[in-house]
């Protein structure tokens, strides 16, 4: 046969042999004898020439060899139909009259065999890629049983004899068929004709010998560039004598670990992917045998598998068009095989279906949990599909980038969906432990992006919430879930208003009933708070928890360590946070003195006098106030000085509560430094002109301010207003004569200040600031003149004009 080969793809000549034969032939055979019944046989013999010769003209043109491939697989099909379509051997002995015309028609027969195996031989001679060839013939063998398959099965052997004789020894081999090939020749392998199976056995040690070598050379190319000089070793030979058909035929189980072992990822993908569809086939024969393959291959295999997610994918779209039993219980297994070694592409491909889950995904979801050695590395990618948010599209970081293919991203319901599915099974509640904190606090979240989720979509299940009491239960808090019952907790968690509240309560309840995961819980959340969650309304969160576990397990104040954490907050981006973080400082004022670096912690609430939320501010005026009244004395007055500089900007802010806040504390530190007046006059007067001109503001509780303020600034620097200031004697241009004649008489040094600020003023939207400034303006000039000089005259003429 190699002979022929050889002496045949020399050049086209080979073809024009073959005719030459056929004119010999037809003049030793009596053709008028049997030329009416051997018409088949015939037009078969000349079609193959016809084909050979196309095919062979193809094979050394320019063609695009996209283009010629294609054109021939068309001609080797049509030559396919027409070796094979004849009758079998023994019909053709049967149509001669005589033993001669049996040797001829005989003799014909196998000439049309030899032409076409001739055919794929040259072919494959060329390029091994041609084996490719070999698969469509296992497919169209398949799709039509009236061919004669044990011929084409020898045909199929020879040409992977003569392969894997050409590949060995070659440094790579390029045949991206062997996957598929494998797949319908491990099937084969079964079949009912023992003369079928034994081609079949014969084929697929040809085929694992050619898929070694193709192994050996990737790895050798691949190790290539490490390789150092005079490093080299005798590397093993590719004998493949661990797959000759007696030892493939001794245990069957064999084929599936020598395929899994010998092929290469994408070819044993492709092994997978084509016994996965056979799955589906009408011959429950086929589709039992495919099972129990896949089974063999995946247990041993499936880490080589690639393109897990389409196979996930491909599963349940098989799975919700065929309800057979046994399709569906080789399905599922062959999900809990890809999920030992492949948790993270099979839960993240299952999280990506429409909620709520049918029934067909909860079962695929079974399927996957019932695998108990990957129980935490599906837990842990459960939980990185919970760090995202519904509805809003963004990377999931992950070894692999994935976007969701639900436009809406509703992956995190549905991983709230498979928990409460997941964790009541055995391996879950025994791994539930060790994440308890993690899923404790990605549901907190979930439950409050699902209360939002809701208010779009009344119908849809809280599944969250449910997941949430799930893990309670599972992790021995059954207590826990009852108190949060009957506090009407989970009822209410649906609200959105309730939820900040709800948080609340699940942190105290857990407290009251000590929680036994309380260290690795506190532990995670410092970590969390530490870190910073990905999102404001994570902050949020986190801290009504975290600071509930501390007021249930520590005494205020808190240990540094926690302490630091509030001191940062204060500062926060996000103005819920600072304020969280400033009411709960407020709630240390007992214990204030305790705190070791109390400084630190009164100029970070100093710092959020600059924020652009006024409820930050005036949440930050309170907190302060508080802790000054019970702040020890010698700390209060080093800062003294700092915290009324810090007052100043806020009496002209521009919201009249934030105003009327600063200006009344201002006078309150007044009153508590009394004993340091003299360390606080600079910052007095620089404070004192807000404080006359907003004498005149249209709001009442700014205008009460500004008079208890002065009242305060009059007693402690012995000034004679105090007369005037009282209500039913109060004119405003008496008051600023007043202290204008007080700053002429004891503190002329402060006159040109005051004027320099008042000059702001006149440029305000606020009338009664331009009236009051310009009222200022004039007695300050007028009392204290002779104390300027003639530059700061024209600058105040300027101003006034």
């Not at 283009?67 to 139909?81: A, N, R, Y």
């Not at 190790?223 to 001794?250: A, M, R, V, W």
């Not at 247990?299 to 690639?306: I, L, P, Y």
């Not at 995190?412 to 969906?417: F, K, T, Y």
Request: with cysteine; hydrophobic share 45%.
């Amino acid at each position: 046969m190699s002979s022929r080969i050889i002496k045949a793809s020399k050049n086209l000549g080979y073809v024009e042999d073959k005719v030459s034969n056929l004119h010999v032939l037809q003049s030793s055979v009596k053709w008028h004898r049997v030329e009416q019944s051997a018409t088949s046989l015939w037009d078969a013999y000349s079609g193959l020439i016809s084909n050979q010769a196309m095919i062979l003209a193809l094979n050394s043109s320019f063609v695009d060899p996209a283009l010629q491939f294609e054109t021939q697989v068309k001609i080797i099909k049509s030559s396919f139909k027409m070796a094979f379509a004849v009758t079998n051997l023994d019909e053709v002995r049967e149509i001669g009259m005589h033993e001669e015309d049996e040797n001829d028609l005989e003799n014909l027969y196998r000439t049309i065999l030899n032409i076409f195996e001739d055919t794929l031989l040259i072919l494959v001679s060329k390029d091994v890629y041609k084996l490719q060839f070999l698969k469509e013939m296992a497919v169209w063998m398949n799709e039509d049983n009236s061919y004669i398959q044990e011929e084409a099965m020898v045909v199929i052997s020879r040409v992977l004899s003569f392969a894997a004789r050409k590949v060995r020894g070659s440094a790579s081999v390029n045949a991206p068929c062997l996957g598929v090939l494998a797949a319908e020749l491990s099937l084969l392998c079964s079949h009912s004709d023992p003369s079928i199976t034994q081609q079949a056995f014969v084929g697929m040690y040809h085929l694992l010998c050619i898929a070694k070598i193709q192994s050996e050379g990737t790895a050798k190319s691949k190790n290539k560039k490490y390789d150092k000089p005079g490093n080299h070793c005798i590397q093993p030979s590719s004998s493949g004598t661990e797959f000759l058909p007696k030892n493939l035929q001794k245990d069957k189980s064999k084929i599936a670990q020598s395929v899994g072992k010998t092929l290469l990822p994408p070819l044993l993908t492709d092994f997978v992917w084509s016994l996965l569809m056979k799955l589906s086939v009408p011959d429950q024969s086929i589709a039992s045998e495919a099972a129990t393959i896949l089974k063999l291959t995946l247990e041993c295999n499936a880490h080589k598998v690639t393109m897990v997610s389409k196979i996930v994918d491909t599963i349940y779209k098989q799975l919700c068009g065929d309800d057979s039993p046994i399709l569906r219980e080789a399905m599922l297994r062959v999900i809990t095989l890809l999920t030992r070694t492949s948790p993270k592409k099979v839960i993240f491909q299952l999280m990506d279906y429409p909620v709520p889950a049918d029934d067909i995904l909860i079962l695929m979801w079974y399927a996957a949990g019932s695998e108990s050695s990957v129980v935490p590395r599906v837990l842990k990618t459960i939980l990185l599909i919970l760090k995202g948010k519904p509805r809003e599209m963004e990377k999931i970081i992950t070894e692999r980038k994935h976007f969701s293919l639900d436009a809406t991203n509703m992956m995190p319901v549905a991983a709230s969906q498979a928990l409460c599915t997941l964790l009541p099974l055995g391996p879950y509640k025994k791994a539930v432990a060790q994440f308890f904190p993690q899923l404790l606090m990605a549901l907190m979240l979930q439950l409050f992006y699902s209360s939002n989720l809701r208010l779009m979509t009344e119908d849809r299940p809280f599944y969250a919430r449910d997941a949430l009491r799930v893990l309670l239960n599972c992790s021995g808090l059954q207590e826990v879930d009852t108190a949060l019952k009957r506090k009407n907790c989970w009822n209410q968690f649906s609200q959105v208003l309730f939820h900040h509240h709800g948080v609340y309560l699940v942190a105290k309840t857990l407290s009251e009933y000590n929680f036994p995961q309380f260290p690795e819980t506190l532990h995670y959340l410092y970590k969390l708070a530490v870190e910073g969650p990905r999102r404001s309304e994570d902050s949020v969160i986190t801290i009504i928890f975290f600071t509930e576990l501390l007021n249930n397990f520590f005494k205020d104040p808190f240990p540094e360590k926690f302490l630091v954490l509030f001191r940062n907050w204060v500062n926060d981006p996000d103005p819920a946070v600072c304020k969280l973080s400033l009411q709960k400082i407020a709630s240390m004022a007992p214990v204030i003195n305790e705190i070791e670096n109390v400084c630190s912690l009164l100029t970070s609430i100093l710092d959020a006098f600059l924020s652009k939320d006024m409820t930050v501010i005036i949440r930050a005026l309170i907190t302060l106030r508080k802790l000054l009244d019970r702040l020890d004395k010698v700390t209060y007055s080093s800062l003294s000085t700092r915290i009324a500089s810090s007052y100043c900007p806020l009496m002209d802010h521009g919201n009249e509560g934030i105003r009327s806040m600063a200006i009344r504390h201002f006078g309150q530190l007044l009153m508590d430094m009394s004993q340091y007046t003299w360390m606080l006059n600079d910052v007095v007067y620089a404070g004192l002109v807000p404080l006359i001109l907003f004498l005149e503001d249209t709001e009442e509780r700014v205008v009460k301010a500004c008079k208890y303020t002065l009242k305060i600034c009059a007693s402690e620097l012995k000034w004679s207003t105090l007369y005037f200031l009282k209500d039913e004697y109060y004119n405003f241009e008496l008051v600023v004569l007043n202290i204008c004649n007080n700053l002429l008489i004891s503190h002329q040094k402060y006159i040109t200040d005051l004027i320099s600020e008042t000059l702001g003023f006149l440029e305000s939207s606020r009338t009664y600031l331009r009236r009051g400034s310009v009222i200022l303006l004039g007695y300050l000039a007028k009392l204290g003149g002779h104390l300027l000089l003639r530059d700061e005259i024209d600058v105040m003429l300027e101003g006034k004009c």
